[in-house]
């Protein structure tokens, strides 16, 4: 079978979901001189604002998943929830880049877990649950505590909580609501980090330097880079990435959330088939963005420079609590002259959505985490 041909500048890129990911792949996108298309249930979305075409239909319209697939040259994700069906009628008339099977072992907890055990890769033990008798065999066999998720659409922190207690079974169990779940044994973990690999439809495989990641009500706050953790280990870390995408076959970007335990070891937690928001520092702290990235792994250009512009970078979320009572201080967060801005065209502000984020590239990662962070507070702060 003959090589695909590259993707060149000038072509359509389709993207499947509109929020804020799909935003700054539009922009990379654009800048390289691609035109975009966004597919996605929402209207005046983060992405379609910035696109060149904002398809609105429901992902489960197969007609109109195929008229949105016959109008451009390659299909990518900005999130991995989309349902199966819409990648595979997306497929029928346009590349999906990643595949398809990337999307269905990384959007249900239980196939990705089951699939990173079965070649090998560290995960925490777990337990498909579908009963309470397996819930309480669960605990029997890997202990308390632990975590219990629904095994699909969890991100941010829903859809899972922590099971202290035999007592509290009955309950945890019930807050399921019938969905399948996965119970995991705890993690005493020292610190998160990831991973964001790239790789072209020939096998060329790039990564990012390793990210450190900080969480606040299980929510993203901070994320520096480099982490700090040995060389070595950060270079396990990118192998442990590679195989993985490798594994999967993936043509395009792959993010590898891992803990780092106490005793040194790395775990694989989750992976994203997209950009990342751990990886939103990329935009002013490397040579190359994520989302540069992605279109060029998808499009079959090479891959770009994943160097770090100054020795540290570090990024803070913005949340929609910055809103309340009223608009953040713009001017004093920007007082910096490092600082970086970037918003994500939502109206509604509320407590938890991700409205924006600052980045910043300095000297040290502690100097670029010091500056971010106090930046961030100045958006609100009195006087």
């Given at each position: 079978?003959?090589?695909?041909k590259?993707?060149?500048p000038g072509a359509?890129?389709?993207?499947l979901?509109?929020?804020q990911?799909?935003?700054?792949?539009?922009?990379?996108?654009r800048?390289?001189?691609?035109?975009?298309?966004?597919?996605?249930?929402e209207?005046?979305s983060?992405a379609?604002?910035?696109?060149?075409v904002?398809?609105?239909?429901?992902?489960?319209?197969q007609d109109?998943?195929?008229?949105?697939a016959?109008?451009v040259q390659?299909?990518t994700?900005?999130?991995?929830?989309?349902?199966?069906?819409?990648?595979?009628?997306?497929?029928?008339l346009?590349?999906?880049?990643?595949d398809g099977?990337v999307?269905?072992?990384?959007?249900?907890?239980?196939?990705?877990?089951?699939?990173?055990?079965d070649?090998?890769f560290?995960?925490?033990?777990f337990?498909?649950?579908?009963?309470?008798?397996?819930l309480?065999t669960?605990?029997?066999e890997?202990?308390?505590?632990g975590?219990?998720?629904?095994?699909?659409f969890?991100?941010?922190?829903?859809?899972q909580?922590k099971v202290?207690?035999?007592?509290?079974?009955a309950?945890a169990?019930a807050?399921?609501n019938?969905s399948e779940g996965?119970y995991?044994?705890y993690?005493?973990?020292?610190?998160e980090i990831?991973?964001?690999g790239?790789?072209t439809?020939?096998?060329e495989?790039?990564?990012?330097?390793?990210f450190?990641?900080?969480?606040?009500?299980?929510?993203?706050?901070v994320t520096?880079?480099p982490?700090?953790?040995?060389?070595?280990?950060?270079?396990?870390a990118?192998?442990l990435?590679?195989?993985?995408?490798e594994s999967?076959?993936v043509?395009?970007?792959?993010?590898?959330e891992?803990f780092v335990?106490r005793s040194?070891?790395?775990?694989?937690n989750?992976?994203a088939p997209?950009t990342?928001?751990?990886?939103?520092l990329?935009?002013d702290?490397?040579?190359?963005?994520?989302?540069?990235?992605q279109?060029?792994?998808i499009?079959?250009?090479?891959?770009?420079?994943?160097a770090?512009?100054?020795?540290?970078?570090?990024?803070?979320n913005l949340?929609?609590?910055l809103w309340?009572?009223?608009?953040?201080?713009w001017t004093?967060a920007?007082?910096?002259p490092?600082?970086?801005?970037h918003l994500?065209g939502?109206?509604?502000a509320?407590?938890?959505?991700?409205?924006?984020?600052l980045?910043?590239a300095?000297?040290?990662?502690?100097?670029?985490?010091?500056?971010?962070v106090?930046?961030?507070?100045?958006?609100?702060a009195?006087?």
């Open positions: 079978m003959a090589a695909a590259p993707v060149p359509v890129i389709g993207v979901g509109s929020g990911l799909g935003r700054m792949l539009a922009l990379a996108a800048q390289l001189g691609y035109r975009v298309h966004v597919y996605s249930p209207s005046d983060p379609g604002q910035v696109s060149d904002e398809i609105v239909a429901s992902y489960e319209d109109r998943v195929r008229a949105f016959r109008g390659v299909v994700f900005e999130f991995e929830n989309v349902p199966a069906i819409t990648s595979r009628t997306a497929a029928e346009a590349p999906v880049r990643p099977h999307l269905h072992i990384t959007q249900q907890r239980l196939r990705e877990k089951t699939f990173l055990r070649r090998g560290p995960t925490t033990p337990r498909r649950i579908e009963r309470l008798d397996d309480e669960a605990i029997l890997l202990g308390l505590p975590i219990l998720k629904t095994a699909s969890g991100y941010d922190g829903k859809g909580q202290a207690t035999a007592a509290g079974l309950a169990f807050a399921l019938g996965i995991e044994a993690v005493d973990f020292e610190r990831s991973v964001i790239a790789r439809m020939t096998g495989f790039v990564a990012f330097p390793v450190e990641n900080r969480h606040e009500n299980h929510i993203l706050d520096f880079a982490a700090a953790i040995p060389s070595a280990l950060a270079a396990e990118i192998e990435a590679r195989g993985i995408l999967l076959n043509v395009g970007l792959l993010t590898v891992l335990t040194g070891r790395l775990l694989v989750e992976l997209r990342h928001n751990s990886g939103h990329t935009l702290g490397c040579v190359t963005s994520q989302f540069e990235q279109v060029r792994a499009c079959g250009l090479p891959l770009g420079s994943t770090l512009r100054r020795p540290g970078a570090a990024m803070a949340l929609g609590h309340i009572p009223s608009t953040p201080a004093a920007l007082a910096d490092d600082v970086k801005l994500y939502k109206s509604d509320r407590v938890g959505r991700k409205m924006g984020h980045t910043i300095a000297d040290s990662t502690d100097e670029a985490v010091r500056r971010v106090a930046a961030r507070h100045r958006l609100t009195i006087g």
